[in-house]
């Protein structure tokens, strides 16, 4: 609850110069999303579903080559 409505929402607010909303903070809901897997060299990768990072590119055309 702090993270969305107390303290460290209102650093939140205040680091982003208005960028995100008290409010904003206060009606997010977190969405649930399959993670993406892949392998680089010899390690197993994990990122969050979309929207993914630009490494997760990198992974995923490295296995396509």
Do not use: C, M, N, S
Not at 26 to 43: I, K, M, N, S, T
Request: no cysteine; proline share 5%.
């Amino acid at each position: 609850r702090a993270f969305y409505e107390g303290e460290i929402a209102k650093a939140i607010v205040e680091g982003t110069d208005g960028w995100v909303t008290a409010e904003d903070l206060r009606r997010y809901e977190a969405v649930w999303r399959e993670p993406l897997e892949g392998a680089y060299r010899d390690h197993r990768v994990f990122t969050p579903g979309i929207p993914r990072l630009v490494v997760v590119d990198i992974v995923l055309a490295d296995q396509r080559a």
